[in-house]
Structure formats: C-alpha cells, structure tokens
C-alpha cells in the first residue's frame, strides 16, 4: 500500500496594513519654529522691502505718514555710479580675495592636522579654536592696537630695527595698507571654521585608498588632486558659499578700523555703506532698497553653487 506524502498546506497570508500616516502631522510639528522665523525674519524682510519704496526719513520716525516713491530709491541706487557701484566693486575685489586666500589657508591647515602628530594636532585645534572664539570686535580693537599710530607694535619693531622713526606713521589712513590689514583680521578669525570643516571631511577618506596610490606611485600632490580634493568637493563647495556670503557683507571689522583711523570714504564696504545711508544720514528708504539689491545679489552668487550642490547629491 503506498502512502503519499502530503505537503503541509502554508498557513493563509496576513496582509499588514501600515497605519495611515497624517499628511499635515510634519506641518504641525513644524508650525511653531515656522511661526518663530516668520516673526523673526518674515517680518524684517517684508518691511524692509516695503520701506525701500518709499520716502522714509527721520521725520517718518517721529510719526509723520511715509509718502510711497514706486522705484525712485531704486534708480537713485543704481545710477549712482561714485557711491553705490564703486562701494559695490571695492566689496567684492574684497570678498575674492579673503576667500581665496581664507579656503586655500583652510586647506592648508587641515592637510597639516592629518599629518602631524596627537600633540601637535591638540596644540593645532587649542590655537584655531581661540582665534575662533574671540569676538570680531574685540579682535579688530587688538589688531588696531598692534598698528596704532603712535603706541603700535608694528611702529615700535620697524623703529627698533630700522633706526628710522616710524612713530606717527599711520597704517589704516592709506587704503592699502588698510585692506591689507582687514584681510588679516577676516582671514585671521575665518581660518579655523574652514580648517576644522575640511579637517573632518578629510578625515573621512578610507586610508585604503590612499595607501593604494601610494602604492602605484602617486605623489602627494597627486593624491590631494586626484582623491582628497574630489571627495571634499561638496563641502568646498558649501564653504565658499557662507565664505562669500559673510566676507561680502562685512561690518564690523570696517567699522571698527575706521573709527580708529581709517578715511570711509575710500575704504567703506557695502555693509558699512548701507549703515551710513541709514543710521547715520537718516535715509531709512534710500538704506532699505540698497539691502534688497544686496540680497538680490548674494542670492544670484550663491543659487549656481547650490544648484550644483543639490545635482551632485541626486547623482
């Protein structure tokens, strides 16, 4: 008598039914931080771009009705050739040059990080980190100090080692001469940010690919063009951006420097530029059309290398 061997019959499929998810949860959980930045920063925007259309003056602070100008503040803006464009131009011969010389110092530093030693490497990040730390106002007052007129530093060694008397002589009066010390101060506290960022991305490379072209041959400068600088691309990418966008709209640093010897007139920066036309001279209007242009522009600087950016992910 022969059996047959009967399969065991599969127990009947469940279907699991995923709970359905709320499509306007994320909205409401996101509802207070949107209400806090339209108030913090909606607002800001909006009323700066309603005042940069119209007549806006002291007398607008004391009470009196604004009268609406349409586009006035804009073509006064843009046709002044002496004030708003050459402060413009100066801005951003400024700008290129600190983030050159700021990205490839970054680079620089961080490179040095991964090859030296733990304690060298400690002593390294302390150094950054206070240069980092110390507040931009505060830093500007010290190297004002460093290159006063008559107590500085810079005066006291060129006089000690030249025998001429350099006592009097004025660092920040000559625009040169005064630029070139803003850009120590800018590129002096933006280092650290970038050696630091650069510093982490490096360190993220696989030693095994690095010690594969080391092994076929490579040089150090091959392997930095041709592994490190691809892998760190995207954050490069980010840090110009922010680079550009901070070092563009500088204030501080300028402020400070004129005030303890500089000539504004030759050496304002576009950020200094629209605190004049409005703190100081009371053109609130004339102030506010010169911000829209401003973040019209920095926004078409930094929308090609976003764009990039965004591809690069989806690939």
């Known amino acids: 008598m022969s059996t047959t061997l009967l399969e065991p019959t ?12 709320n499509p306007f949860l994320p909205w409401l959980l996101l509802s207070a931080t949107m209400v806090i930045l339209g108030v913090l920063t909606g607002y800001p ?33 843009l046709t002044d050739v002496e004030g708003f464009w050459t402060v413009l131009l100066r801005s951003f011969v400024l700008m290129v040059v600190l983030v050159v010389i700021t990205m490839v110092l970054g680079m620089l530093v961080a490179l040095l990080m991964i090859r ?9 990040s302390v150094g950054l980190l206070l ?22 530093v810079v005066n006291n060694v060129l006089t000690a080692l030249t025998g001429d ?30 050696a630091f960022t650069l510093y982490a991305g490096l360190t993220q490379i696989p030693e095994e690919v690095i010690e594969a ?22 954050i490069i990418t980010v840090l110009v951006v922010l680079s550009m966008i901070w070092d563009l709209k500088l204030f501080t640093q300028v402020f400070v420097l004129q005030d303890i010897g500089g000539d504004r007139d030759l050496t304002n920066t576009i950020g200094v530029y629209i605190y004049q036309q409005g703190m100081a001279q009371g053109h609130y209007g004339l102030a506010s059309a010169i911000g829209v242009i401003f973040v019209v522009v920095m926004l078409a600087i930094a929308y090609p290398y976003v764009r990039r950016t965004l591809r690069e992910e989806e690939l």
């Open 10 to 21: 599969a127990p009947p499929r469940q279907e699991i039914r995923q709970p359905r998810r």
């Open 45 to 77: 925007i909006l009323r700066l771009v309603v005042m940069s259309f119209q007549e806006y003056e002291r007398a607008q602070l004391m009470g009196q009705p604004a009268e609406w100008v349409g586009l006035d503040n804009y073509a006064t803006v």
């Open 116 to 124: 030296i030693g733990k304690g060298l490497r400690l002593l390294v």
């Open 131 to 152: 240069a980092w730390a110390m507040p931009s106002l505060s830093a500007t007052t010290v190297w004002g100090w460093v290159f006063d007129t008559q107590y500085g």
């Open 165 to 194: 008397r350099w006592f009097g002589y004025s660092w920040l009066l000559n625009p040169l001469s005064f630029f070139v010390i803003l850009t120590c101060i800018v590129v002096w506290g933006a280092v650290p940010f970038v």
């Open 213 to 234: 072209a080391q092994l076929d041959g490579a040089s150090a400068f091959q392997r930095f063009r041709l592994i490190q600088l691809p892998y760190v691309r995207s």
